[in-house]
């Protein structure tokens, strides 16, 4: 470890031992979904995925996230019907699920006003999901669920800013359960158990297909295509596309949660120029699917498959938590 990353960690403990020391609670189960790396583990597509399966189950799901460089402090419910720019990409996403979804820097905050604008009591079977919640300490969670990157694990296992970990791996046993995002990668799977990690999961890509802007599927026929994104891991967006019957005549990478000015479409419009589709991920379609762009502008609909033994255990957790609390 070298003093950069020996600089990180103590400002990073320090910081956690803060805000364990006033953490509070909600009434209310809380489930946190977050990861030990930056990039892109598929925290989003699993936040929905596993809060449709809690709504199959009964359950009420609220969503509590940040939404990350949305202009909106919050706290503030998430509507379908507003812009990236003020609720960030990702909440917008959640929302356009049909999902609750409650935007604020204090997520604790952010719960309580849930519960008092749904008008949540003791007959509701509420259940806060604490979106990129391993680090977010100042709020209680009952469950901790770590997402791990089918393609890249933990990388070179060094700390910011050395390496992608956000926090140091021996805090993996801070998680309840682990999931594989991604791929069903069983190396990575046995490293994790020759870890110590116990119960862990796949949650699998599951493509969709391509949507336009109405949310018609769209054939790919062998078409001509340009892809961009600004995600975290680029390189998965592209294997899904390869996937397809598609002809990929270029690319662009960008930042993740990048914001496109107008320069920026003018700049992909024109690499795009020889291409009959212009495809991105859903995250960046919901920044632009207002502007005009040509050629036509469609999005890859991609879920994340979370197998029933998980779900189940979850279920029988969230039930002897309200047993245990009666």
């Known amino acids: 470890m070298n003093i950069f990353e020996r600089l990180y960690l103590c400002f990073y403990l320090r910081k ?99 519960i008092e604008k749904f008008g949540f009591d003791e007959h509701n079977k509420a259940v806060f999901i604490l979106d990129d919640g391993f680090q977010h300490w100042k709020l209680y969670r009952d469950l901790n669920i770590l997402l791990v990157d089918g393609y890249k694990g933990f990388g070179n296992f060094r700390l910011l800013p050395s390496g992608p970990l956000r926090s140091p791996l021996n805090e993996i046993f801070e998680a309840n359960m682990i999931f594989i995002t991604k791929k069903e990668n069983e190396t990575l799977k046995d490293k994790l158990k020759a870890y ?63 914001r496109y000015t107008e320069k920026t479409i003018k700049k992909i419009e024109k690499l795009a120029r020889d291409s009959e589709l212009l495809i991105t991920t859903k995250k960046d379609f919901v920044k632009i699917k207002d502007k005009i762009l040509k050629p036509e502008l469609c999005y890859l ?23 245990d609390r009666a």
């Open 16 to 114: 956690k031992k803060k805000l364990l020391n006033c953490q509070k609670k909600l009434p209310f189960p809380v489930i946190s979904v977050g990861n030990l790396t930056v990039g892109g583990t598929g925290k989003t597509p699993f936040t929905i995925a596993f809060s449709k399966e809690l709504k199959k189950a009964g359950y009420e799901p609220v969503i509590l996230t940040r939404g990350y460089r949305g202009r909106l402090k919050g706290p503030v419910i998430v509507s379908e019907d507003m812009n990236a720019e003020d609720a960030g990409d990702e909440p917008l996403m959640m929302a356009m699920e049909g999902l609750k979804v409650v935007k604020g820097a204090d997520r604790y905050a952010a719960g309580v006003y849930a």
């Open 196 to 258: 110590g990690a116990k119960e862990i999961h796949f949650a699998p890509i599951k493509i969709e297909g391509i949507k336009n802007r109405d949310g018609r599927d769209i054939q790919p026929d062998g078409k001509r295509a340009f892809a961009f994104a600004g995600i975290g891991n680029f390189q998965s967006f592209i294997d899904c596309l390869s996937k397809l019957n598609l002809k990929i005549i270029g690319q662009k990478k960008f930042i993740d949660h990048k």
């Open 301 to 323: 609909e991609v879920s994340l498959k979370i197998n029933k033994k998980s779900v189940a255990n979850i279920i029988d957790f969230l039930l002897k938590l309200k047993h």
